[in-house]
């Protein structure tokens, strides 16, 4: 499958908890983004990466919120001391960033926080 | 501020008859934007871009920038029509912005 991926597909964890979530984008797509999405909501971005350098973060993202981007290729998405309020579906999202800026997306990480 | 907007929370129509889903936008630069569907159980796929005028699945989306708008449209709806669609503005330099999304119920 050469489409975006993304694990786990779903986490439940319990407040407090800290959770990691990985994003496998296209081959060779420069461009990744994080959104998020809750219920009756379109996706919200969170936050975009231009190969390893994170270029813009959502004021939606707290400090408990952190991205990266290693090697400009895979990416997490780490929430420390995960609150209830964080319970949604974390959709990420590549794109190759030249003539057209269509995104294509990963299946989502779905987090229950109890 | 940029935004997008959908009206509609939910449309049903019979199958055979026209379809029409309803976007808005509001954006202070040259717009650039694009349906996407998320089909049961499936990830959100993009549609139609506006860019290259292209009719999928018998889907056709026309940019109007005098009333700011970007209206999906299908002659005759099938019950496979079924489906979350949403409307997405990309905001230059960052991301899409996107609508709450409108559902599609097609019915025989």
């Known amino acids: 499958d050469t489409g975006v991926s993304q694990n786990p597909r779903h986490k439940i964890t319990k407040r407090g908890q800290n959770v990691t979530f990985r994003c496998d984008p296209i081959s060779e797509h420069n461009r990744l983004y994080w959104y998020r999405q809750t219920l009756g909501q379109g996706p919200e971005f969170l936050t975009y990466f231009q190969n390893e350098a994170q270029l813009e973060k959502s004021r939606l993202l707290s400090d408990r919120f952190s991205a990266e981007r290693p090697k400009g290729s895979f990416s997490t998405l780490e929430i420390q001391r995960t609150e209830q309020g964080d319970s949604a579906m974390y959709l990420c999202?590549?794109?190759?960033?030249?003539?057209?800026?269509?995104?294509?997306f990963g299946p989502g990480t779905r987090l229950t926080v109890l | 501020a940029q935004r997008v907007t959908q009206p509609e929370k939910l449309l049903s129509v019979f199958k055979g008859a026209p379809v029409e889903l309803k976007c808005n936008y509001s954006y202070s630069g040259s717009p650039e934007l694009f349906w996407y569907v998320q089909y049961s159980r499936q990830r959100l796929q993009l549609l139609l871009r506006h860019i290259s005028r292209e009719s999928i699945k018998g889907f056709t989306a026309d940019l109007n920038k005098g009333e700011t708008s970007f209206h999906l449209k299908k002659p005759f709806a099938q019950e496979e029509d079924s489906a979350m669609y949403y409307c997405?503005?990309?905001?230059?330099?960052?991301?899409?912005?996107f609508g709450k999304g409108t559902t599609l119920s097609v019915s025989s």
């Open positions: 997405a503005l990309y905001q230059a330099g960052t991301a899409l912005i």
């Open positions: 999202a590549s794109s190759p960033g030249q003539l057209y800026n269509e995104q294509f």
